[in-house]
């Protein structure tokens, strides 16, 4: 699930899946937050808590995965795409622009938040193949 970020791409309208459109291919795009991740912020409640058992993670991307994230998007237009941090996966929607932004914000439920926090603790990059 996507949420608008103050100074980044409106990525819920970038995203959304159109039903009836056929998607040729999935792919997906890696994240590691100790190699990827400038800052990262954690809301565990919303001003006005309209998203109880969501926590959104407001993301500033290094400049190396603004890069890739563009080329990817770029790539794999009108394709769906899923997107995982340090191997959990996020979210799954279809790519409907370029991806070209250092500002994510990107909501979880409380299950994925539990898989996903212990390992947003790395501090040492280590970057593997691919995305």
């Known amino acids: 699930m996507w949420l608008i970020a103050r100074n980044s791409v409106l990525l819920s309208g970038l995203l959304l ?11 997906e795009f890696r994240f590691s937050s100790a190699c990827d991740f400038k800052e990262l912020t954690i809301d565990v409640r919303d001003e006005l808590d309209d998203n109880a058992g969501y926590i959104k993670l407001n993301i500033k991307l290094q400049p ?15 394709q769906k795409m899923t997107l995982y941090i340090n191997g959990v996966e996020i979210s799954t929607a279809t790519i409907r622009a370029v991806l070209n932004t250092a500002n994510l914000q ?6 994925t938040a539990k898989k996903v926090f212990p390992s947003l603790l790395a501090t040492q990059c ?6």
């Open 126 to 131: 280590q970057q593997a193949d691919g995305n």
């Open 17 to 27: 899946s159109s039903p009836g459109m056929a998607t040729p291919q999935n792919t």
């Open 106 to 111: 990107m909501v979880v439920d409380d299950q």
């Open 64 to 78: 190396e995965a603004i890069t890739r994230l563009a080329q990817h998007s770029g790539k794999y237009m009108n």
